[in-house]
């Protein structure tokens, strides 16, 4: 009976998705469309009820084989936050982010062989969903690489992370104070059919 169900709902779901207009009134296209990099940030804290829908959406993400090899820091003190800026400008942690989250890969849950750097990309996915979570709660972040720069070594360190979890990205978030001009990036120059 629950194969059933599943089943119709599995359908249900499918047909309403191939009705959706891959447009601007889809509320999933629009916030991937409308998504932009804040850098600059009011300094108004955010909850703990948010972060935990941002790390939820990051964890949501797909991974090879659903290894999930991923692990989170979440940075709230303002002297670890402003500790970080300091060293590491590009993160724009020291304009007033509130919170910023490091989106780490866990090596020992990485895949073995040929896949091993498949967490990479893991990672990566994780940290757009957190992104996009973030554009569509009203909020402000900015990806900012760490791995594989001598950066990521620098953090690891800063916050006492283990051997095996390397750090790929930070994103500072917080309510804009900024609201950058949404870029048309979309080029059909880059596409392919088929071959090259």
């Known amino acids: 009976m629950k194969k059933i169900l599943f089943a119709a709902l599995g359908a249900l779901l499918l047909a309403g998705c191939a009705k959706q207009p891959a447009t601007m009134e889809n509320q999933v296209i629009n916030n991937i469309m409308t998504r932009v990099s804040v850098r600059q940030f009011t300094g108004e804290p955010i909850t703990q009820a948010q972060v935990d829908t941002l790390l939820r959406a990051a964890m949501a993400a797909p991974s090879a084989v659903n290894k999930q090899p991923w692990a989170f820091v ?33 090596t020992d849950k990485a895949l073995d062989g040929d896949g091993h750097e498949f967490w990479v990309q893991d990672v990566a996915a994780a940290t757009e969903n957190l992104l996009l979570a973030a554009h569509s709660m009203g909020l402000g972040a900015v990806w900012t690489g760490m791995y594989p720069t001598p950066r990521a070594a620098l953090v690891q360190q800063m916050l006492d992370l283990p051997e095996n979890i390397v750090p790929l990205a930070i994103v500072p978030v917080g309510y804009p104070a900024e609201q950058p001009e949404v870029k048309e990036k979309y080029n059909p120059e880059l596409i392919h059919y088929n071959k090259w």
């Open 74 to 106: 979440v940075i709230s003190d303002k002297a670890i936050i402003d500790r970080i800026g300091a060293e590491l400008p590009n993160t724009r942690c020291q304009n007033n982010a509130p919170c910023a989250i490091v989106l780490c890969g866990d």
